[in-house]
């Protein structure tokens, strides 16, 4: 089983609609991230959360926001989707510890394929 | 401003031969380096890492190299394999922030 999980893996959507990207783990990490894949602009951070009561932006956020549920959960919502937020989306986790065996190494999940039309 | 840059969008390589990945970085309160693969429909996956307290770190057939005063660094793989094909992102992160900067990415194509 995936360690990181998105759902959905791929969403089709209409401008104006409010849309829920979901992130579960079960790696254990306190760490979770949020980033977004733009061709020929690599993985731009969106939001990131360093435990379930600390939400940070990055460097992209607007237009998006996010919830640490859990743990194991985190969810990013984009509020009134816009065309221009057509991209690949990304969900990571790392160890606070720095115990998986690498410094700051994180992991990712599959992506999900959002399309605003 | 980028500041971690690949400025190869795409490099293709023979078979058995070296496949050399460069990213260039201007931050210099960046200390630590890691480069990811990625395959097509699936997350980058982590791949080979150094900090700025070294200049080579060797895994396998991969070698990454940092040259702190050009603010280079550079991925090698040998022998290159056609299972190497993939896009691969160079990532740069500063201090305790744990927030990593990615390059544009690269896709290498290792042809048989």
């Known amino acids: 089983d995936a360690d990181v999980t998105q759902t959905p893996r791929n969403r089709i959507t209409k401008t104006g609609k409010r849309i829920m990207l979901e992130c579960s783990q079960t790696?254990?990490?306190?760490?979770m991230y949020w980033y977004r894949q733009d061709p020929g602009l690599g993985l731009r951070l969106i939001y990131y959360s360093f435990d379930v009561k600390d939400i940070n932006k990055g460097e992209i956020s607007d237009g998006y926001s996010v919830s640490r549920q859990a743990q194991a959960k985190f969810s990013l919502s984009l509020e009134s989707a816009i065309p221009n937020q057509t991209a690949l989306y990304f969900c990571a986790t790392s160890d606070a510890r720095g115990a998986s065996g690498g410094y700051n190494e994180q992991f990712f999940g599959p992506g999900t394929r959002l399309t605003v039309l | 401003d980028q500041q971690v840059k690949q400025n190869s969008p795409s490099l293709s390589v023979q078979e058995g031969r070296i496949s050399i990945l460069n990213c260039d970085y201007t931050n210099s309160m960046f200390d630590y380096f890691l480069w990811y693969k990625k395959y097509p429909a699936e997350g980058p996956t982590f791949l080979i890492s150094i900090s700025s307290i070294k200049d080579k770190n060797e895994d396998g057939r991969f070698t990454v190299f940092l040259n702190k005063s050009a603010k280079h660094l550079s991925l090698h793989i040998v022998p290159s394999q056609p299972g190497d094909s993939a896009v691969y992102f160079c990532?740069?992160?500063?201090?305790?922030?744990?927030?990593?900067?990615f390059g544009s990415g690269t896709r290498l194509l290792v042809r048989p």
């Open positions: 790696k254990g990490h306190d760490r």
């Open positions: 990532a740069a992160s500063a201090g305790s922030s744990y927030k990593l900067i």
